[in-house]
């Protein structure tokens, strides 16, 4: 279903945030970054939507064993969010190497498992609030440390946490299955 754009703007915030001619499209992206991690997507469950009743046991389960875990996808789908965040600020984005790239999980309990989409969420929620405000001319410019700018950035951020829900969403069904 297609949605009126002003309804876009206001859907997550509870705010009647009004595009600009310098920010609209910085609000149009930020919004489908925010849909991809908190729902109402177009395409089906966001990443909380998903991750919303599995447990810390399950997100370790690798019911396929040569694929990452659901805890491992989540970690690697936030050291994005944070290196982008960073390249924002002015920060060269780096070739993330495998272990910041895939991060250990480094503890294996509920709390850990709680505290980790904690992180997560609060980290997309402000990255997704400096895009908003990054300004629709600075779109074009290059990021720090790549070849390609900022506009190509966000909408791969987006791009990036929706392939790895789709890897969580399969990877759920059999955990879930077997508990």
Sequence with gaps: HF???SSIYSHHTGMAAKPTTSNAECLRVGDQLRRAFEGSAWHGPSLRELVSGVTAEQ???RP???THSIWELMLHIEAWEVAASDAI???AMPELPPE???PAIAGRSAGAWSSLLESI???NEELVRAIENFGDAR???IVPGRKYDFYHLFHGLAQHALYHAGQIA?????VQASA
């Design 64 to 66: 396929l064993a040569v």
């Design 139 to 141: 779109l074009g410019e």
């Design 121 to 123: 969420f609060s980290t």
């Design 100 to 102: 910041q790239d895939w």
């Design 170 to 174: 399969l990877l759920k069904k059999p």
């Design 3 to 5: 949605l009126h754009h």
């Design 89 to 91: 600020r002015g920060v």
């Design 59 to 61: 997100a370790i389960a």
